[in-house]
């Protein structure tokens, strides 16, 4: 059973730090692996799906990377800002269509 | 357009009462899910639609009946419903199975 894991569960840091959230994942047969954004009571933001077959992909002041071979995922937040404050959940795609979460890692970014 | 629309957003049932949550997309994906989420838990799956037909329940109770009339619109019919199902309801979709999923904002629902 596949099972995904978020460390730290959460962060404080001052605004303009570099950041670093990790994601591993028990089963390496994953089709892809997609990182997401949750702001308190709202729905969840896509912020970058890697494909199996990709090693990192990146999006203004996010970069993302995939180790399948080592069930691992992290992501890059650069520059920080208090805007970034949310919950960050990683989610894996198995067969058939199921999006695992794992327990997300919540951030404050502090003035 | 990426948008994921539920309605409502917020809902209040009692417990004998029969209520639906509606998703709709217009991005042409085939792929739709329901998750429920509880307050600091991650979202957790209950229904997959894939080109309009279920593909996965995971052993949700029958007092949740998914429905999907056409390939934009995805429902949830709600009937005789416990407190412990007050939760966040969140509504997906994504071009086919496996792909980039878009949710929806949720519909906030409380069972009293």
Redesign the interface.
Known sequence: KQEVTQIPAALSVPEGENLVLNCSFTDSAI??L?W?RQDP??????LL?IQSSQREQTSGRLNASLDKSSGRSTLYIAASQPGDSATY?CAV?NQ????I????TELSVKP | D?E?T?TPKHLVMGMTNKKSLKCEQHMGHR?M?WYKQKAK?????MF?Y?YEKL??NESVPSRFSPECPNSSLLNLHLHALQPEDSA?Y?C?S?RK??????????T?LTVV
């Open positions: 089709y892809n997609q997401f009571g709202k729905g969840l933001t896509s799906l959940l795609y058939g269509g199921k999006l979460f794992g327990q997300g | 990426t994921v539920q792929a899910y838990k991650p979202p957790e799956l997959v894939s593909s996965i966040l969140l997906a994504s199975e496996n792909t980039e999923a878009f949710f929806g904002q949720g906030r």
